[in-house]
């Protein structure tokens, strides 16, 4: 029997991804994996949404697998002159994890990036957070610095990474050009 490759893309986030969102940022593990303090209430949520909606220095895209909203990948603080941008990305729905989605999910994103006329990538990781680790390392991403902060009364080491995609073999690779690869 064929196994046949599930299909991914990624579509501007909008309204209609706020609900499933919304429960995802509310999980715990999900707060402790991306640094979160708190809860986020619905009206916060609604707010945060109106405010991204009139900031052009974000872009947020939903991670799609056979038309299933599995995440959300984005970027932010787009400085158009500098032509860079931090991404994120997470896989809200844990069935899906572990299984490539995150990094051809990134496939996706550094292209968009350079349509977009980004240079340079960037990534911000918690050193705990061993699978974004490890996806950054995966799609090229090289580590440039750590530091130190205290979060949730505790001292974090928070790790930046950087991509530059102009001089990346690995986006210009033909396996990195085949999004389901």
Do not use: C, P
């Not at 056979?66 to 860079?84: Q, R, V, Y």
């Not at 990534?123 to 580590?143: C, E, M, Q, W, Y």
């Amino acid at each position: 029997m064929l196994h046949q490759k599930k299909s991914i893309d990624l579509k501007d986030f909008s309204e209609e991804n706020l609900l499933k969102t919304f429960n995802w940022v509310n999980n715990k593990d999900f707060q402790k994996d991306f640094l979160f303090e708190r809860d986020i209430s619905w009206d916060q949520h609604i707010i945060w949404y109106d405010l991204y909606t009139k900031d052009i220095t974000q872009k947020i895209y939903t991670i799609n697998v056979d038309g299933i909203h599995i995440g959300n990948i984005g970027l932010k603080h787009i400085d158009d002159i500098k032509k860079t941008a931090e991404s994120w990305i997470y896989i809200g729905d844990k069935s899906f994890t572990g299984k490539g989605y995150a990094k051809r999910s990134y496939k996706l994103i550094m292209i968009k990036s350079v349509v977009k006329g980004i240079n340079k990538l960037t990534a911000n990781i918690g050193s705990f957070n061993k699978g974004s680790i490890f996806l950054h390392d995966k799609v090229g991403f090289n580590r440039v610095d750590s530091r130190t902060d205290i979060l949730f009364d505790k001292k974090i080491e928070k790790l930046t990474y950087e991509l530059d995609l102009l001089n990346n073999n690995n986006l210009l690779s033909k396996n990195n050009l085949d999004i389901d690869g």
